[in-house]
């Protein structure tokens, strides 16, 4: 670990400061956890107790926090300061480095300059590997994907042939990306399959959770946008399209054909069916189920979900019935 | 891709056809995107007024659709006419052949003929593979297994000692097949393991999505019946029976010793007791938890499930009382 | 398969036993399917009227059941019973054994006596790997682990850099430790990665589901406790810490930083905000989502969870309502 004067640490966010400036700060940790040595965060109001009590050598705050603590670092967002502090001087882990030669990689594939190849991963024919991309061991890639500059993809990560994935993108352990959509027709008796013959698109800068899955379209393509970031053990159905900059929570699934403006946030466990639109910047609550489209901005929550006024209208009268019942 | 004749698709698919008959058609893509060389499809009514604008150069839409478009080949079912169309001529993919030196395959296991196997695939002591069964890289089949003739397993796919796979399956990416049951005797303060010696046994023509899970019974056998389909992401318990033909949408969960009658249709998200019997051509809503036995062709939805009927009268009686209240 | 006489399993179980003492045993089965040479139990009362109709050779009842079937082995907890008779005499399984000469292991990498790994595992640097675990193939285990004796990796897992995994652990295929927490700061609308430094601490006997997912803490530790079963197909968020010995059933997901008492059990598909506190022996319903803290020994249900009691009042007071309205 570094040792990083507060002085630095300060530049660094742009934050109001008044205490010692030399102070060396050698790790991170929470409030409860933080030595003298580490600096520590306010990032939910309910651990403001907490402040008079921790150990912490220095302390990203809000802004308007109370009391004049001269481990207070005043700025904007502490969350985002924690995310620029930890990303500067914090974050080492051990790196993949060079080609292992347990990989099995089709010489019709090519890869970029500073690829990383653990042991034990495939890479069909065709593939286009870009530069200073990550693939840890045991993960496969069918003939035909295409994997931008940057990207990371964790062991045991399985993408089917033809798919996109754009840079700096982060696929964790077990997400699998391009298996067949849900599609059948029932003749007969029986369910016949619908032969998937699209693909997906992960657009740059995308995140997805360990576990996850994202089926590709029946005819053309399911897309993920820019910049948006999925949790572990998310569904996205075939034919979605996902905005840019979205949240999607760990166990969401969003049925085939839906659509995703941009900013929209799903909590979660919450569920959408299919061929719906949900409005740009949009929020869904934990655990509910969406049935119907969602206007730009709106909050829906609930099992079924209803615009959260309503939701709370319905709360309280069941409440009140309740009592007057009793 | 080939380029076909319409004439030819309307021979297949059975179809109405008014058009010209010697146009060529070289692939396959929804209304908003066909070009004139793509035929197209209207499978949700949602999606009639794209009819009037797309480019296609012919279109499967079912008997009663209005208007005469030249270019409509008039069926009963699109989505089973696609499914003939695109499995004929469009849906080509890459094809794993032959038996990978990269693989580990038991001197006692057994292939039939045809048998592909990808680099890193593991497969034990007494396993029996049938004919033109394709095993893709870094799929673990252990030690007493049968797999039926043309079945495909996907990368990373892991199935347990002793589990049965019929014929022509299909198992995507990151299925588990035959893992413990959830199964625990609480005594002194421990939870004590009760070792789940029973399998599980997977019909023919069964397909099961990315990431899902079906658990070996503690005793006995966990079944999937002949031509069900299950979606990524599902969750059976152990000691489940589920009947033939039943579609299981991705996210749902049947816990332990449930029994699902044929055709029945579980939408996504929804959730399943345990020890419930589940009648014939029953149907559960998405994001419904299931508490009670349903019976044969009943339809329930809610959390916690209905009959669909009463479902929508609570939610009448509620929106009214609302609108009293205001 | 072993034959055990009736008597040793008497014995073995602390049972009340009239009938004949010196009947071979050779199998366990459910009381549908067990034969005259097998033992089977009643585990559940809904299955009481086969006990009239069952072949068995021998039977695990509750102490009360009526009747006086020579068959009966009288015990306080069947299930127990079971657990200790399939333990100890029909529980064999195939077992791997020695080291792989087609696995990835760091020379740098730590293996204890008698350690078992598959082909096409990966052991990185660091790695500590205790006496009698046994790492099926296609695990990929990385940098600085740690994995207490006689754990057992079933294939496909994948074991972050750091983490530690206790003693006598089992982790089933396709469960991921260790990945990223879900953690963004939104800044200039964009999302910025807080780098996820922290790590797991997996504590002894612990069983975790397929396909299971434990997100590394941000800073500090995300912690299942000792002795605590996890199902399936289930999230465990960074910075969560659940006690000892509960209970977590297939696809339940519980958001970051939120603690669990010692004997929680959450029932399937439950789901559990952030930053709460649930109580020690709290229970939680099926498909349950809990918005609040819940005290200790509390049980709540429903989406929004509501303690029971409350719950059963709003049901009945709307079916109440409902029949009115008629």
């Not at 308007?64 to 700025?75: L, N, S, T």
């Not at 001087?89 to 500073?114: D, E, H, M, R, Y």
């Not at 760990?250 to 799903?266: K, L, P, R």
């Not at 079924?304 to 009592?323: I, Q, S, T, W």
Request: proline fraction near 4%.
């Amino acid at each position: 670990m570094s040792a990083v004067r507060v002085d630095d640490i300060v530049a660094l966010v742009g934050g109001r400061y008044q205490g010692p400036r030399e102070r060396l700060i050698r790790g991170v940790a929470t409030l409860r956890d933080a030595s003298e040595e580490e600096i520590s965060f306010l990032g939910n109001p309910i651990y403001a107790p907490q402040l008079r009590t921790t150990r912490a050598g220095a302390l990203l705050v809000p802004n308007d926090v109370e009391g004049d603590d001269p481990r207070y670092i005043r700025v904007a967002k502490p969350h985002f300061a924690l995310a620029q502090v930890v990303s500067r001087w914090f974050a080492a882990q051990p790196k993949l480095a060079g080609v292992s030669k347990l990989a099995s990689i089709s010489p019709k594939a090519t890869l970029g300059s500073n690829v990383a190849v653990g042991p034990f991963a495939t890479i069909g024919d065709g593939a286009i590997i870009g530069d200073n991309v990550t693939i840890y061991q045991n993960v496969s890639i069918e003939a035909g994907v295409t994997i931008g500059e940057g990207s990371i993809l964790y062991p045991l990560v399985s993408i089917y042939h033809g798919c996109k994935i754009g840079s700096r993108c982060i696929l964790h352990s077990g997400v699998v990306i391009g298996s067949d959509g849900f599609g059948f027709a029932t003749e007969g008796g029986r369910h016949h399959k619908i032969p998937q013959i699209g693909t997906v698109r992960v657009e740059d800068d995308v995140e997805i959770g360990a576990n996850s899955t994202v089926d590709r379209a029946a005819l053309g393509e399911t897309v993920i946008g820019e910049g948006t970031k999925i949790d572990n053990l998310v569904q996205i159905g075939h034919n979605v399209c996902i905005g840019k900059h979205c949240l999607l929570v760990s166990q969401v699934g969003i049925a085939g054909s839906t659509e995703f403006g941009d900013y929209v946030v799903a909590a979660g466990q919450a569920g959408v069916s299919g061929h719906l639109k949900i409005g740009k910047g949009a929020q869904i609550g934990g655990a509910s189920a969406v049935f119907h489209d969602v206007p730009d901005g709106a909050k829906v929550v609930g099992n079924p979900a209803v615009p959260f006024r309503e939701y709370a209208r319905r709360d309280m009268m069941l409440k009140r019935l309740l009592a007057r019942k009793k």
